[in-house]
C-alpha cells in the first residue's frame, strides 16, 4: 500500500517515499515530521545531543540520548534501548529541533532518557519485518482469548518489540478491566512478555489511521497530537445542523475539526446586534429566521399569515437602526421600504417558489382502454334487469352439433373422471 503519486518498483514496494511498504495500518503521512535545519549546512558548536524516534511509522514518538551524534543524521534506522531489551526505530528529528519539541510536550527536565545504542545492520531490519507480520495474527488471537473470558474490552492494536521479546496490547475499555487473568493466558500462548495499555477511542483511530469525511486523511493520525474537548455549542455558533452522524468522526465522537474556526466565527458574531429576534413595523410583526455569518446578513419573515412567505435580507447595521427605533417607539414602514436603494435585497418568497427547480406540468395518465371496452359489455354491477330479459350467450353451432341428445353443457363439466384402478380387482383382507 502506498500513496497514489508512489512509483512501484519490481516488488511491489512504493519507491517514492519512505515508508519502503510498511504502511500497512495507515498513510504515509502518520505524523510525520520534517527536519528543516538538517538540510542546512550550518554548523552548531553547541549541537543539542537527544534525537526523536519514531516506531511503528509514526504511531508512537520517544526521546533518546544520542552519544554517538557525530555519526548519525534524521532519517538513519537506529537500535535503542528498550529496558527490557532493544527496539528499532527511525530518526524524525534532531538537533535544534528536538530541544524546541521537548518545551512543547512539556517533559521534565529532570526527567532520565534512555541511550541510542547504534545504527540497525540487515539482521535487525529483518527482524523487525517479522516482527511485524506477526502483529495481525497475534491481535485475533488475543481477541479471540478475550472473548472466551468474557471481558468487557477490545484490542485494538498489537505492537512488537523489535527484538521480539515483548508486546505491547492496546484496549478500549469503558471501565476498569481486571486482565490478570488474561495475561497469563496471553503469556501462556504467546510466550513473550506482555504489557496492556489502555487508550481512548480517539488515541485508536490516531493508531489505526484511515480518511475523514473531507477526503483526507485523519488529522488525530497525521498532525494532530492533543485533543481538545468538542461540544455541541460549536456546531451551533457557525450554524451546523445537530446532526450526530454527520458531525461524529471515526472514532465514534464529535469531529475536532469544528474547533478550528470556533474563534473566527465567536468574533463575527461579537459586531451582529443581540436580543433581535422579534422587530416591529408598520406593516406587522417580524421574526428572525437565520443569518449569513461573513456576509453580515439577517433574515426575517412577516408574522401574518397572509405574508408569512416572503423573507427579506437585512444587513446587521440596518437590523440595528431599527433596533434602535423601536426602542424609541417608532417603527419603519416596510422591511423592503426601509433598505436603501444603493443595497442589493434579497427577497424570497416560499410560497411561490422554494427550491428554483423549474417545474413540468403534470402528465394525464392513459387509461386501459381494454378495461373499460369490457366493463361497458358487463354493465354495471347492481342491474336491476330481470333475469329472463337479459340477452342469452350465444352458443357455437359446430359444438353444439357434435353433442348427443339429451345432454346439456353443463354435463361435461359435472362428469367424474375414470379412475385409474378400474380394472383392477380389490385384495380381500377377510379370508374365510
Not at 496490547?169 to 489502555?198: N, P, S, T
Not at 446586534?273 to 422579534?278: D, L, Q
Not at 423601536?326 to 435585497?345: M, R, T
Request: net charge positive; glycine share 8%; charged share 35%.
Amino acid at each position: 500500500m502506498g500513496c497514489s503519486s508512489c512509483a512501484n518498483n519490481k516488488d511491489g514496494v512504493p519507491s517514492g517515499c519512505g515508508s519502503n511498504g510498511h504502511c500497512l495500518t495507515g498513510g504515509c503521512n502518520k505524523m510525520n515530521t520534517f527536519d528543516w535545519l538538517n538540510d542546512m549546512e550550518i554548523k552548531d558548536p553547541m549541537e543539542f545531543s537527544m534525537v526523536e524516534v519514531s516506531f511503528k511509522q509514526g504511531s508512537r514518538k520517544d526521546f533518546f540520548r544520542n552519544p554517538i551524534s557525530n555519526r548519525t543524521t534524521t532519517g538513519d534506522v537506529v537500535v535503542v534501548d528498550a529496558g527490557s531489551g532493544y527496539d528499532v526505530g527511525r530518526i524524525s528529528l534532531s538537533g535544534e529541533l528536538v530541544r524546541l519539541q521537548l518545551k512543547k510536550k512539556k517533559v521534565p527536565k529532570d526527567r532520565e532518557f534512555k541511550n541510542l545504542i547504534r545504527i540497525a545492520n540487515h539482521r535487525d531490519l529483518e527482524k523487525l519485518d517479522e516482527a511485524r507480520d506477526l502483529e495481525q495474527r497475534t491481535m485475533v488471537r488475543a481477541r479471540i482469548i478475550a472473548r472466551t473470558l468474557d471481558l468487557d474490552m477490545k484490542i485494538s492494536d498489537v505492537e512488537f518489540q523489535g527484538d521480539k521479546r515483548k508486546a505491547t496490547f492496546y484496549y478500549i475499555a469503558e471501565g476498569r478491566v481486571d486482565f490478570r487473568e488474561l495475561v497469563r493466558h496471553y503469556a501462556k500462548e504467546f510466550k513473550i512478555k506482555i504489557e496492556m495499555r489502555q487508550i481512548g477511542s480517539r488515541q485508536e483511530s490516531a493508531r489505526i489511521g484511515g480518511l475523514g469525511s473531507c477526503g483526507r486523511e485523519l488529522c488525530c493520525s497525521t498532525w494532530l497530537s492533543d485533543f481538545k474537548s468538542v461540544s455541541t455549542t460549536a456546531a451551533r455558533y457557525q450554524n451546523i445542523s445537530i446532526n450526530q452522524t454527520k458531525l461524529s468522526g471515526q472514532c465514534g465522537r464529535l469531529k475536532c475539526c469544528l474547533n478550528y474556526e470556533l474563534e473566527t466565527y465567536m468574533k463575527a458574531l461579537e459586531s451582529f446586534p443581540k436580543k433581535a429576534e422579534r422587530l416591529k413595523t408598520k406593516r406587522g410583526d417580524v421574526s428572525f429566521i437565520k443569518m449569513d455569518i461573513f456576509k453580515g446578513l439577517m433574515y426575517y419573515g412577516y408574522n401574518d399569515p397572509k405574508l408569512r412567505g416572503k423573507v427579506t435580507a437585512l444587513t446587521k447595521e440596518r437590523v440595528a437602526e431599527i433596533k434602535a427605533m423601536n426602542k424609541n417607539g417608532e417603527a419603519p414602514d416596510d422591511l423592503v421600504a426601509y433598505v436603501s436603494s444603493d443595497e442589493d435585497i434579497d427577497v424570497t418568497d416560499f410560497e411561490s417558489d422554494v427550491t428554483g427547480v423549474v417545474t413540468l406540468p403534470d402528465e394525464k395518465r392513459r387509461r386501459n382502454k381494454r378495461k373499460n371496452s369490457n366493463k361497458r359489455k358487463r354493465g354495471p354491477r347492481g342491474s336491476n334487469k330481470p333475469r329472463g330479459d337479459r340477452p342469452e350467450k350465444k352458443g357455437n353451432k359446430e359444438t353444439e352439433g357434435k353433442r348427443p341428445a339429451g345432454e346439456k353443457k353443463s354435463d361435461n363439466k359435472r362428469r367424474p373422471k375414470k379412475s385409474k384402478f378400474k380394472n383392477k380387482k380389490p385384495k380381500n383382507k377377510d379370508k374365510e
